[in-house]
């Protein structure tokens, strides 16, 4: 106990001369604390984002991440002219489409079934994309096997060579291929000697080449595909993805959480107005409640810009940051409010100021130092996107804390000389005294 006396006595100590030179010297402290807001500010116009989920939730150096290298070296991409799904290094680029027939339970492998099916495999094959003015089809980008597009066998079972004869189960051979009927087909119903009888969903998937030079197109192919497939309409049900699929999702959601946020920031600013906004017109803290938000906010633009700096590439979750710095930094200046009115009313400025500071010191500083703690903890996570959310949350939450002590800070010496000046909250004009109101003498008011 008495270790921890004596180091919250120089920690107090510290923040009450701090609180003394804030009150001097509030503007240049105030100016030097946007300039370098402002500075680091900028690096978001070098921000860049990794969205490939795969890398960002798979440990670093992982036996598995090695073993895939290895085979990536050993067995090069032949995705352009001998492609072979099973040999596929990772899940690949494709498009991946299931159909089921427009009656629930409808047999898929009924005449107009397949026609539609029909219809929506010319329907793909004709998706084009345009890239630096040149344009490309399907058949510049799909998987190739002696120089013919391959998607799965399904274009022989869609010619009629196949579906026109008994499909037995499990399995059928397709030219110099064997295709697994499950793989194809869902809700199959065999008779007793394993025919394929009826069949409720039918998949076509559509593999891209991975190959270099080639990877961006196709998944520029991949990306008109999902708007293509969105406008197809017919008397059939359709569900379709991309192997992107799941990080377009994610990212959508990440570009939602600006709304979340830009919707939280001013919730909190007026909550913080409202509750602080109490009183006669001399003593209402709104506007000075309204710039501890502004200083958590401060905190955020500082940490993206810093680490965009150092080259951490943003990731989805750190939508969340901004989140948990809104509160940690809302807390500490509800701390320093809380301070400041304990203080003596009577005291000068420097006092009230000083006084305040050593009042909640240690408490903002051991919050935000513990925070820190766990976030630089969480900094050597062996996962890229927890690693990647906690520099990102720590920073900011150093830099959250730095703007409650200079920015919120000043502004708190400002509001403390308008108090004790007697001037309104909003103008800014000088209220009279009580025996001024009595006497009608208003002459000495500005």
Same mark, same amino acid.
């Given at each position: 106990m008495a270790?921890?006396?004596?180091v919250?006595?120089h920690i107090?100590?510290?923040f009450v001369?701090y609180?003394?030179?804030?009150a001097?010297y ?7 604390a946007?300039l370098?807001?402002?500075a680091l ?5 070098y921000?860049?984002?990794?969205k ?7 440990p670093e150096?992982?036996r598995a ?5 290895t085979?990536?070296q ?7 002219d001998e492609f072979?799904?099973h040999q ?15 009656n ?6 009924s ?10 495999d010319d ?5 084009t994309?345009?890239?630096?003015d040149?344009e490309?089809?399907y058949?510049?980008?799909c998987?190739k096997?002696s120089?013919?597009?391959v998607s799965s066998g399904? +274009?022989?079972l869609?010619n ?11 399995s059928?051979?397709v ?6 009927l499950?793989?194809i ?6 008779d ?5 009888q009826s069949?409720e969903?039918?998949?076509l998937?559509y ?5 270099n030079g080639?990877?961006e ?7 008109? @595909? ?15 993805s991309?192997s992107?699929s799941?990080?377009?999702?994610l990212n ?8 979340y946020f830009s919707?939280t920031f ?5 909550y913080?107005?409202v ?5 006669s017109?001399l003593?209402a803290?709104?506007f000075?409640a ?8 401060l905190?955020?633009?500082?940490? @993206?810009?810093?680490?965009s700096y150092?080259g ?12 948990l710095?809104?509160?940690?930094g809302?807390d ?7 301070g400041?009115l304990?203080t003596?009313?009577s005291?000068?400025?420097e006092?009230r100021? $000083?006084s ?5 010191a240690?408490s ?9 703690l766990? @976030? ?5 996570n062996?996962?890229p ?8 949350t720590?920073f900011?939450i ?8 200079t920015v919120?800070?000043?502004?708190m010496v400002?509001h403390?000389?308008?108090v004790? $000046?007697?001037?309104?909250c909003?103008t800014c004009?000088?209220?009279?005294s009580?025996e +001024?109101?009595?006497s ?7």
């Amino acid at each position: 106990m008495a270790v921890y006396d004596v180091v919250e006595g120089h920690i107090s100590g510290a923040f009450v001369k701090y609180g003394k030179f804030l009150a001097r010297y509030p503007i240049p402290i105030l100016a030097a604390a946007l300039l370098a807001t402002t500075a680091l500010g900028f690096g978001i116009f070098y921000l860049e984002s990794e969205k490939d989920l795969e890398y960002l939730y798979t440990p670093e150096n992982s036996r598995a991440i090695k073993d895939r290298y290895t085979v990536m070296q050993s067995f090069p991409d032949r995705s352009s002219d001998e492609f072979y799904e099973h040999q596929l290094p990772t899940l690949g680029l494709y498009g991946d489409i299931i159909v089921v027939g427009g009656n629930e339970g409808e047999n898929v492998l009924s005449e107009g079934v397949l026609a539609d099916i029909s219809i929506i495999d010319d329907f793909v094959k004709n998706i084009t994309i345009t890239i630096n003015d040149t344009e490309y089809g399907y058949l510049n980008v799909c998987a190739k096997r002696s120089g013919e597009c391959v998607s799965s066998g399904i +274009q022989n079972l869609l010619n009629g060579s196949h579906l026109d004869a008994s499909l037995t189960f499990p399995s059928v051979n397709v030219g110099d291929e064997i295709v697994d009927l499950p793989v194809i087909m869902g809700g199959i119903r065999v008779d007793n000697n394993s025919v394929v009888q009826s069949a409720e969903a039918f998949r076509l998937r559509y593999y891209l080449q991975t190959v270099n030079g080639t990877m961006e197109i196709s998944l520029a192919w991949e990306r008109a @595909f999902l708007r293509k497939m969105s406008q197809l309409k017919g008397n059939f049900t359709a569900a379709y993805s991309v192997s992107q699929s799941l990080n377009y999702e994610l990212n959508e959601g990440t570009d939602g959480d600006v709304t979340y946020f830009s919707t939280t920031f001013t919730i909190m600013m007026i909550y913080a107005a409202v509750v602080c906004g109490t009183g006669s017109c001399l003593t209402a803290r709104g506007f000075l409640a309204n710039v501890g938000v502004y200083s958590a906010g401060l905190g955020i633009l500082a940490s @993206f810009g810093f680490c965009s700096y150092i080259g951490v590439k943003l990731v989805n979750i750190v939508g969340v940051m901004p989140f948990l710095i809104i509160g940690i930094g809302i807390d500490d200046m509800f701390l320093l409010m809380s301070g400041w009115l304990q203080t003596s009313p009577s005291d000068t400025v420097e006092g009230r100021v $000083s006084s305040a500071f050593g009042i909640v010191a240690v408490s903002i500083t051991v919050t935000s130092l513990t925070d820190l703690l766990a @976030f630089c903890i969480g900094a050597t996570n062996i996962f890229p996107s927890l690693r990647n959310f906690c520099i990102y949350t720590g920073f900011a939450i150093i830099w959250c804390y730095l703007m409650q002590l200079t920015v919120f800070g000043s502004a708190m010496v400002f509001h403390t000389r308008r108090v004790q $000046s007697s001037r309104h909250c909003f103008t800014c004009t000088k209220i009279p005294s009580e025996e +001024q109101v009595n006497s009608g003498d208003r002459k000495s008011v500005v």
